[in-house]
């Protein structure tokens, strides 16, 4: 049975559903199906309200037009047991979301939203951009999950609201505020993979003041489990320290808050990592330092509105070093927003203006290097509007101006509708459009640790412009007392125009050049929530492709799995007791030089005890049947002191335990 036939689509979306139209087998399954339903744990449990805020507007999370994915809670809480050190597993096991490694010995990774590059993702912080740029590879590696309250994922073009780069999506990490009660969390954190974690999370409040201080302390030794001589996982060490200061008054609140990061990385050559100097050697360093700001303020007007105004300032510095090679500088980056919401008859409106600047200062190693200094910055204006038309038909509408100071003017319309069909059954159509504006800091340019690269000449380049649209369909059943199923189906087509890439010019330097006319995704999710008891199995299936088109010629776009499954079980006892089996399949992925690569799977087991309400401890055993790409082929050619990298397709780290407590106090 077909079931994208089964569901009645406008003319726009037939195009996607020509493409992703397929028969269901029994054996598809899910990790998660909706991120959006909280569960009662037994008959006296408080079931607590989802608010959120990546919308911009004032309606509950049942009544959100846009679609939006929220990880929470159990959620987070499950995959810090499993990776407390960064937030990679946390999103890598959603749907629709493939976390691409994109160095083989350092471990740097990106985020690719329905198989688009990260560079069209945003990454967010409570609403403002921190992670871009020339820290864009590094950080997903350098936020750990214990602050954050949850994750807010839209997937789609969301340029109205955040401007350029959210093309296939954002991703808004939220952080946790003060409790009414005094709260101190600590995680500490073994792995076979020599590494350790310690992360500790305190909050509370003192009359209108409260307060919260996230610190944490990261390391690894180097892990190489292929013994080829390679770390896997390279030799690090990373200190976080992120102190926030909140403030009530009877008409307003606010916070402003510190985040500061510094991490030494060593990948390369294991000889070379535990100290043999004898003789020539292949190692990537990376020194940062990462120092950040962040000020949120609202207030409640007497009209009724409210006043929204928001600053975030980032300096990152970063040093990467390789046998011949150096490359550093320090970007400073800023972001300014004021925004006011308020009613107008049935309609919640949001209406604000946004300055972003990004200032990157190169140091090069000789003056015969190329020089990337750069500056840029873009202004923007933006109206959105969300309405109730009928009891069962609501839409959400907006539109963005914004200027750039080297590619013009870009105007972006968009619009979400929901139709609830019945109490069990929700049906949300989206659309809009998107830009991404070029910039040096491309996983293509990263893989090159920069050497050779040309600057990017802005006269010779355009704004990569996108389309998109999607459809989202929902339904739940209350099969008996105790038994739930939800299932949920999204489609979705996004075109980007003149893609920029890098390609390696005669001289044997690397220049950006838009050779195609437009890059496609297009594919489908779906996902399905089984609940029994203490008993819930989660079902999903991915499909996506994406191509590249120039003229009459087609080609698929590198490093995308066109099939993925997600298959989790959980048994869970609340406050006693949690088991959870995970299976993933990673289909065939075509590599930069036309090939395909292998298929594969990853299985993984985790169990959790808690000892009483206010400590546990976890014990995860991740892909325990030790799936490496290492065991497929080599991962270079060469000479080990000048490898020549194939394309990372499958995991290097193989078979990890990890195990640890958390304690509440």
Same mark, same amino acid.
């Given at each position: 049975?077909?079931?994208?036939?089964?569901?009645?689509?406008?003319?726009?979306?037939?195009?996607?559903?020509?493409?992703?139209?397929?028969?269901?087998?029994?054996?598809?399954?899910?990790?998660? &199906?909706?991120?959006?339903?909280?569960?009662?744990?037994?008959?006296?449990?408080?079931?607590?309200?989802?608010?959120?805020?990546?919308?911009?507007?004032?309606?509950?999370?049942?009544?959100?037009?846009?679609?939006?994915?929220?990880?929470?809670?159990?959620?987070?809480?499950?995959?810090?047991?499993?990776?407390?050190?960064?937030?990679?597993?946390?999103?890598?096991?959603?749907?629709?979301?493939?976390?691409?490694?994109?160095?083989?010995? !350092?471990?740097?990774?990106?985020?690719?939203?329905?198989?688009?590059?990260?560079?069209?993702?945003?990454?967010?912080? *409570?609403?403002?951009?921190?992670?871009?740029?020339? !820290?864009?590879?590094?950080?997903?590696?350098?936020?750990?999950?214990?602050?954050?309250?949850?994750?807010?994922?839209?997937?789609?073009?969301?340029?109205?609201? +955040?401007?350029?780069?959210?093309?296939?999506?954002?991703?808004?990490?939220?952080?946790?505020?003060?409790?009414?009660?005094?709260?101190?969390?600590?995680?500490?954190?073994?792995?076979?993979?020599?590494?350790?974690?310690?992360?500790?999370?305190?909050?509370?409040?003192?009359?209108?003041?409260?307060?919260?201080?996230?610190?944490?302390?990261?390391?690894?030794?180097?892990?190489?489990?292929?013994?080829?001589?390679?770390?896997?996982?390279?030799?690090?060490?990373?200190?976080?320290?992120?102190?926030?200061?909140?403030?009530?008054?009877?008409?307003?609140?606010?916070?402003?808050?510190?985040?500061?990061?510094?991490?030494?990385?060593?990948?390369?050559?294991?000889?070379?990592?535990?100290?043999?100097?004898?003789?020539?050697?292949?190692?990537?360093?990376?020194?940062?330092?990462?120092?950040?700001?962040?000020?949120?303020?609202?207030?409640?007007? !007497?009209?009724?509105?409210?006043?929204?105004?928001?600053?975030?300032?980032?300096?990152?510095?970063?040093?990467?070093?390789?046998?011949?090679?150096?490359?550093?500088?320090?970007? @400073?980056?800023?972001?300014?927003?004021?925004?006011?919401?308020?009613?107008?008859?049935?309609?919640?409106?949001? &209406?604000?203006?946004?300055?972003?600047?990004?200032?990157? *200062?190169?140091?090069?190693?000789?003056?015969?290097?190329?020089?990337?200094?750069?500056?840029?910055?873009?202004?923007?204006?933006?109206?959105?509007?969300?309405?109730?038309?009928?009891?069962?038909?609501?839409?959400?509408?907006?539109?963005?101006?914004?200027?750039?100071?080297?590619?013009?003017?870009?105007?972006?319309?968009?619009?979400?509708?929901?139709?609830?069909?019945?109490?069990?059954?929700?049906?949300?159509?989206?659309?809009?459009?998107?830009?991404?504006?070029?910039?040096?800091?491309?996983?293509?340019?990263?893989?090159?640790?920069?050497?050779?690269?040309?600057?990017?000449?802005?006269?010779?380049?355009?704004?990569?412009?996108?389309?998109?649209?999607?459809?989202?369909?929902?339904?739940?059943?209350?099969?008996?007392?105790?038994?739930?199923?939800?299932?949920?189906?999204?489609?979705?087509?996004?075109?980007?125009?003149?893609?920029?890439?890098?390609?390696?010019?005669?001289?044997?330097?690397?220049?950006?050049?838009?050779?195609?006319?437009?890059?496609?995704?297009?594919?489908?999710?779906?996902?399905?929530? @089984?609940?029994?008891?203490?008993?819930?199995? @989660?079902?999903?299936?991915?499909?996506?492709?994406?191509?590249?088109?120039?003229?009459?010629?087609?080609?698929?776009?590198?490093?995308?799995?066109?099939?993925?499954?997600?298959?989790?079980?959980?048994?869970?006892?609340?406050?006693?007791?949690?088991?959870?089996?995970?299976?993933? +399949?990673?289909?065939?992925?075509?590599?930069?030089?036309?090939?395909?690569?292998?298929?594969?799977?990853?299985?993984?087991?985790?169990?959790?005890?808690?000892?009483?309400? *206010?400590?546990?401890?976890?014990?995860?055993?991740?892909?325990?049947?030790?799936?490496?790409?290492?065991?497929?082929?080599?991962?270079?050619?060469?000479?080990?002191?000048?490898?020549?990298?194939?394309?990372?397709?499958?995991?290097?780290?193989?078979?990890?335990?990890?195990?640890?407590?958390?304690?509440?106090?």
């Amino acid at each position: 049975m077909t079931l994208a036939k089964k569901i009645p689509l406008p003319s726009i979306l037939a195009r996607v559903v020509m493409i992703t139209s397929f028969t269901l087998p029994a054996t598809l399954l899910a990790q998660q &199906a909706d991120h959006n339903e909280h569960e009662e744990h037994d008959e006296h449990a408080e079931i607590e309200e989802i608010v959120v805020s990546s919308t911009r507007n004032r309606r509950s999370f049942a009544d959100q037009p846009t679609r939006v994915e929220v990880l929470a809670g159990e959620e987070i809480n499950e995959k810090a047991n499993m990776k407390p050190g960064d937030i990679r597993m946390l999103l890598n096991e959603s749907t629709g979301i493939h976390v691409q490694q994109t160095s083989p010995t !350092s471990f740097n990774s990106s985020i690719r939203i329905q198989g688009l590059d990260g560079k069209y993702t945003q990454l967010l912080r *409570d609403g403002m951009p921190l992670f871009g740029g020339f !820290s864009g590879s590094l950080s997903l590696l350098q936020i750990a999950p214990l602050d954050l309250q949850q994750v807010e994922v839209i997937k789609g073009a969301n340029s109205t609201l +955040y401007g350029g780069g959210a093309i296939s999506g954002l991703v808004n990490l939220i952080s946790k505020r003060p409790a009414g009660e005094p709260e101190t969390s600590v995680l500490l954190n073994a792995t076979s993979a020599r590494g350790l974690d310690a992360s500790a999370f305190s909050s509370g409040w003192r009359g209108d003041l409260g307060g919260t201080v996230f610190t944490s302390y990261n390391r690894s030794e180097g892990y190489d489990p292929a013994d080829n001589g390679l770390s896997a996982i390279p030799k690090f060490e990373r200190w976080t320290f992120a102190p926030k200061l909140f403030f009530e008054g009877e008409r307003s609140r606010g916070n402003i808050g510190l985040s500061a990061v510094v991490e030494d990385r060593l990948g390369g050559e294991m000889a070379f990592i535990n100290g043999d100097r004898s003789r020539p050697a292949f190692f990537e360093k990376s020194e940062t330092s990462r120092l950040s700001s962040q000020f949120d303020y609202s207030r409640q007007l !007497s009209s009724g509105r409210e006043l929204v105004v928001r600053n975030s300032i980032s300096h990152f510095d970063r040093e990467l070093i390789l046998p011949d090679w150096q490359f550093s500088g320090v970007q @400073f980056s800023s972001f300014s927003e004021a925004h006011v919401l308020g009613y107008l008859g049935a309609i919640d409106w949001v &209406a604000g203006v946004t300055v972003q600047t990004e200032d990157f *200062d190169h140091r090069p190693l000789s003056a015969n290097d190329f020089n990337h200094d750069f500056s840029h910055s873009t202004f923007g204006g933006f109206f959105q509007g969300t309405a109730s038309l009928t009891d069962t038909i609501s839409v959400e509408s907006g539109l963005r101006i914004d200027h750039s100071s080297n590619y013009g003017n870009f105007l972006l319309p968009r619009v979400s509708l929901m139709y609830q069909l019945d109490d069990a059954t929700t049906l949300r159509l989206g659309g809009g459009l998107g830009y991404s504006t070029p910039s040096l800091f491309s996983d293509d340019a990263e893989d090159l640790h920069y050497q050779n690269v040309r600057p990017l000449e802005a006269s010779r380049l355009d704004a990569e412009r996108s389309a998109g649209v999607n459809m989202d369909l929902n339904r739940s059943f209350e099969l008996e007392q105790g038994v739930d199923l939800n299932v949920n189906l999204l489609l979705f087509y996004t075109q980007v125009d003149d893609p920029l890439r890098l390609l390696r010019q005669a001289d044997d330097t690397y220049a950006f050049a838009q050779p195609y006319d437009r890059l496609d995704t297009r594919g489908s999710e779906i996902n399905a929530r @089984f609940t029994w008891g203490d008993l819930k199995l @989660f079902l999903g299936y991915t499909y996506t492709d994406v191509q590249e088109h120039r003229g009459n010629e087609t080609r698929d776009y590198p490093l995308v799995p066109r099939s993925r499954l997600n298959n989790v079980l959980v048994y869970e006892r609340h406050g006693d007791l949690r088991v959870g089996l995970e299976a993933y +399949y990673y289909g065939p992925q075509t590599l930069n030089d036309g090939s395909d690569s292998k298929s594969y799977w990853i299985y993984g087991l985790m169990m959790e005890k808690y000892i009483n309400e *206010d400590s546990s401890v976890f014990l995860n055993f991740e892909n325990f049947t030790d799936t490496r790409q290492t065991r497929f082929e080599s991962i270079y050619g060469g000479p080990i002191q000048n490898p020549e990298f194939r394309d990372i397709y499958a995991p290097l780290d193989g078979f990890v335990i990890n195990g640890g407590v958390k304690l509440t106090f």
